[in-house]
């Protein structure tokens, strides 16, 4: 009997989530909020898989470092994941005998995710003319490492928008692994034309 109220219960809490991205679907375009920790999510309640973002961001492998986008408000926030594996060709160096993934390219990741953010935030024909755009960095401050990533990681990228004032965009980033903060800074890019 306990496993079929914990069955339910799950049922519940996912019933839940997808009443809210179907409610929030339904005002002007794809606004999500979710309660639930990315990890718990299926695959199937993903926004943006890396097939998807590839056609957001110009960034392929072995440098494009989000897998995932999980949550969405235009305007105001992301969330997104990449699953950190040892094959990476950064730890051929990064160190042989002790894999640490470089905090570099966890802030790389997380301008990604910001990239995605900012492209997705434009309106229907900037969205359109992605192709021809690409993100600059422009400063990267307030910079601090909280702990190591290693391989079997998933790195958690959550931002929040900050300031928008045309195509530049502030952001506050973090980094996560199994919810504790692993990396964070403050991000500052600009949409450009290639």
């Not at 519940?12 to 339904?26: A, P």
């Not at 024909?125 to 601090?144: H, L, N, R």
């Not at 195509?167 to 506050?172: G, H, P, Q, S």
């Amino acid at each position: 009997m306990s496993g079929s109220g914990s069955s339910s219960r799950m049922k519940d809490k996912q019933l839940l989530y997808l009443i809210s991205i179907k409610y929030c679907s339904l005002c002007s375009g794809p606004l999500l909020r979710t309660r639930y920790p990315a990890e718990r999510l299926p695959v199937s309640q993903v926004l943006y898989n890396v097939i998807e973002i590839q056609k957001i961001l110009p960034h392929r492998f072995p440098f494009l470092l989000v897998d995932r986008i999980t949550a969405l408000e235009p305007g105001v926030s992301i969330e997104g994941y990449k699953n950190v594996s040892i094959s990476e060709p950064v730890f051929q160096g990064h160190f042989p005998d002790h894999p640490i993934y470089p905090g570099v390219m966890i802030i790389e990741g997380m301008a990604q995710a910001g990239g995605v953010l900012a492209f997705k935030s434009m309106d229907e024909s900037g969205q359109e003319a992605t192709q021809d755009k690409v993100v600059y960095f422009m400063s990267i401050d307030k910079a601090k490492f909280r702990a190591p990533v290693t391989p079997g990681d998933r790195l958690v990228y959550r931002l929040n928008v900050l300031k928008n004032k045309g195509a530049i965009w502030f952001l506050d980033g973090k980094a996560y692994v199994d919810e504790k903060l692993v990396a964070e800074a403050q991000l500052k890019a600009m949409i450009v034309d290639k």
